[in-house]
């Protein structure tokens, strides 16, 4: 049995840098035709001379495959209408953090006061960036997706012509908010289709499926599904791919992070096939992103057939999701 | 500063066997006067033989301390009334494991159906045997005490005679049936009276605070303060301290347990010296267990000082809570 799909997009990556983006870009790069990346390094990239440094650096990593890296810039309520403008030609979109929330998250915004970030949002609005959000409080750790929400409702009505993605969502109360403003959008994970908390700690802990957000109940993972596997229009697939060394998943105190970037295809494939909805991934994985940011992929064909694919222990010191198991589908080849 | 404890007890303890055994022992023994000692050893304690070969394994390893091991024995739905009352000479209570729920709780019982116990806890209630449990459904981890809660109800009503101790509580609703049912009471342990879901998985995972049952939301660690400050006359300490090896609190999947023995006490008072609350301590560690138990100690004097304890990054290969942090309180001497 044998599925192809089409430019395959992750419209949620995080490559880090240096030793660690040589060890994840050619992965990524291998698997998909493209990938949103996040602006979250140390430092992170504030500047549009830093973009394109970074962008060298990831193309650099990525050798022979094709392969467009979509570069990010980390989102300051100080950018001027004219740094944003000049951004614009390079850059997709703009990666808002509240300040502390997740990994290199220290340098985001302190404050999501609507006016305070009225003049940066507004020329972005007008330029057609698009606006990516970590949208956590610093609440309840089950609870800050939630309690977000009435920031993205905010945000949401405040400026109806900037699209706004929610980025890995995990609960049913974001899902049901891409039904009622129709400037959300938002990027689902491979893992938050897949495990809910007793997962992460409900037999023994799992450090290797601890993320952020973290993963919640059963009802919040099917609501993740139903929009999934029917390929909502608003909804794309984003790994969140994100790198730790080992030793910083398994000392004490385990950074927040689930690798999935070499294998999400293959158990995306799984998952459809298994729910009978394969005829969705292709929008599910590219089509609907295509569409929501206006974007024409590199042409690839990434050919999965219905063979056991067992999952490296690890990827150099990269502890993947589904290490040493096996999946349903490999892929095949790529063209 | 100084404030004396007279016969400490930790009313809910796992000392392991053999090399863990001695390790943990004496900690326990040096702080303590006596301790209810749980059966989940391998294989688990059914048989009195058993329980006399383990005390004296104890009575070796805590040395010269004045210190007595409480025995239990695991609770099966099988033993015969004659069985009970021979081990009634040799034990305070049983300890019921639902099948699978926690470390070695493998051949706990598997349907807790009123009539499949009836047998052995009209037996244990006309012996006077207290049945401790471990009060959690295989439900979604934040989910497992709350939904037990009708079964304790159960209980409760089925046996009126019968002590039932709902072990380490962490749920406002715990709490709650405190109050309603006359004979269900309730251990409460250190570090779910300091800490929630935040500080195990809010920031970075924190494998050595992970714990069975999981640590909940505020409002869950503020009803178990509050019964706990003011020494309510049905609740007593009991650290659930539960010793793991290094390697398999940091390895891929970690064991559930948090060592808290021997900081216990000083942690303990200085939570209550913070609540002004000093004054229930003695209640809370010793005088609540020896009436609820019926059970008269030995004498000890526990002298603490109000002087830093730092407490060692390990102790032999277990890593304890607050390891190479700094307590207020220091024990000064044992009498």
């Known amino acids: 049995m044998i599925y192809t799909l089409i430019s395959p997009l992750d419209m949620h990556l995080h490559l880090r840098d240096e030793a660690m983006l040589k060890v994840v870009a050619p992965l990524s790069a291998h698997s998909f035709s493209g990938a949103i990346v996040m602006p979250n390094v140390v430092p992170p990239i504030t500047t549009i001379e830093a973009v394109i440094a970074y962008k060298e650096r990831i193309v650099h ?20 209408r004219e740094f944003l403008e000049k ?60 309690e977000f929400g009435s920031i993205y409702e905010s945000l949401a009505s405040a400026f109806p012509k900037l699209k706004i993605v929610m980025e890995h969502i995990t609960t049913k109360e974001s899902v049901a908010l891409l039904d009622t403003y129709e400037n959300l959008y938002a990027t689902i994970t491979l893992h938050h289709l897949l495990i809910t908390l007793d997962d992460v700690a409900g037999g023994m802990l799992q450090p290797h499926l601890f993320c952020k957000p973290i993963a919640k109940r059963y009802e919040d993972r099917d609501a993740l599904l139903h929009v999934s596997l029917k390929a909502h229009p608003k909804v794309m697939f984003g790994s969140d791919s994100a790198p730790h060394p080992i030793h910083k998943k398994e000392c004490c105190g385990c950074a927040a992070g689930v690798f999935t970037a070499p294998l999400a295809l293959q158990a995306l494939t799984e998952l459809f096939e298994k729910h009978n909805k ?58």
Chains 1, 2 share one sequence.
């Open 61 to 80: 990593a990525i050798g022979n495959n094709v392969f467009e890296p979509l570069m990010t810039l980390f989102f300051r309520d100080d950018y001027s």
């Open 87 to 146: 951004a614009a030609l390079h850059v997709k979109a703009l990666k808002l953090y509240p300040s502390g929330i997740t990994t290199n998250s220290e340098a985001g915004v302190a404050s999501m006061d609507i006016e305070v970030l009225r003049p940066v949002l507004e020329a972005m609005s007008d330029l057609g960036l698009i606006l990516c959000v970590h949208g956590e409080t610093n609440g309840f750790v089950m609870d800050r997706e939630k």
């Open 278 to 335: 394969l005829a969705n991934l292709q929008a599910f994985v590219s089509d609907n992103a295509q569409r929501i940011y206006g974007y024409k992929p590199l042409y690839k064909e990434v050919k999965l057939i219905k063979a056991p694919f067992c999952v490296p222990s690890s990827y150099d010191n990269v502890i993947p999701m589904f290490a040493s198991q096996t999946l349903a589908w490999s892929i095949e080849h790529v063209l």
